[in-house]
């Protein structure tokens, strides 16, 4: 069964930090463009972070530049999202996506987790 599954959601304060894993299984995950994306009540899902495959290049949305790292370990096949420095407009629901082209987007990921969600609230 090929899947991608999330954890490490949960609640945190402003100013605190969560690490949320990516974990695929039924698949290759080093072959594939990964990326986190997040979904707000009553917004749209956004892209958060993406890193590539072969090298890991990566890229991050303007709004998490300088807090969030994005990294992989092929080996366990995992990706994860260190999340520092966190805001309350960081709240949502965060789900990892692969896909074999070259870059990340809502419209082009081939596989999705069913999300984790992340909470900052004091």
């Known amino acids: 069964q090929l899947q991608l599954v999330e954890s490490g959601g949960g609640l945190v304060q402003p100013g605190g930090s969560l690490r949320l894993s990516c974990a695929a299984s039924?698949?290759?995950?080093?072959?594939?463009?990964v990326g986190w994306f997040r979904q707000a009540p009553g917004k749209e899902r956004e892209g958060v972070s993406c890193i590539r495959s072969r090298g890991g290049s990566t890229n991050y949305a303007d709004s998490v530049k300088g807090r969030f790292i994005i990294s992989r370990d092929d080996a366990k096949n995992m990706v994860y999202l260190q999340m520092n420095s966190l805001k309350n407009e960081d709240t949502g629901v965060y789900y990892c996506?692969?896909?074999?082209?070259?870059?990340?987007?809502?419209?082009?990921?081939?596989?999705w987790g069913i999300g984790t969600l992340v909470t900052v609230s004091s």
């Open positions: 039924g698949f290759t995950l080093g072959y594939y463009a």
């Open positions: 996506a692969a896909t074999l082209r070259g870059y990340c987007s809502v419209t082009t990921m081939r596989y």
